[in-house]
Nanobody, 124 residues
Framework: QVQLVESGGGLVQAGGSLRLSCAPS????????MGWFRQAPGKEREFVAA????????YYADSVKGRFTISRDNAKNTVYLQMNSLKPEDTAVYYC?????????????????WGQGTQVTVSS
């Protein structure tokens, strides 16, 4: 059973920054694309960002482009989501997930394992 442990969530004022981390218990972490999704109360889970196995290709939702940066350290089996210029509408539970494909990363379909989520709250 693959486990994904997210950390780094919390409460921050608008305009502030947070960095989320996710460390999957995968034997070959570098083989997998990784993604971040979020779900706000009363809303569906939505795509935030994704990164291919090599780290050279990244993808972002329009709502976070230019503010969030996804990266990975394959030596540490960890993927990060640096979130800057946070807005109240970024408030949500953030989930990381492993993908068993390198296409369709904007959608939940290729993601096989999911973390439990970490709460991010941005106050105005």
């Amino acid at each position: 059973q693959v486990q994904l442990v997210e950390s780094g969530g919390g409460l921050v004022q608008a305009g502030g920054s947070l960095r989320l981390s996710c460390a999957p218990s995968l034997r070959r972490f570098s083989y997998y694309a990784m993604g971040w999704f979020r779900q706000a109360p009363g809303k569906e889970r939505e795509f935030v960002a994704a990164i291919r196995w090599s780290g050279t290709n990244t993808y972002y939702a329009d709502s976070v482009k230019g503010r969030f940066t996804i990266s990975r350290d394959n030596a540490k089996n960890t993927v990060y989501l640096q979130m800057n210029s946070l807005k109240p509408e970024d408030t949500a539970v953030y989930y990381c997930a492993t993908a068993n494909a390198n296409s369709g990363l904007y959608y939940p379909t290729p993601y096989e394992y999911w973390g439990q989520g970490t709460q991010v709250t941005v106050s105005s």
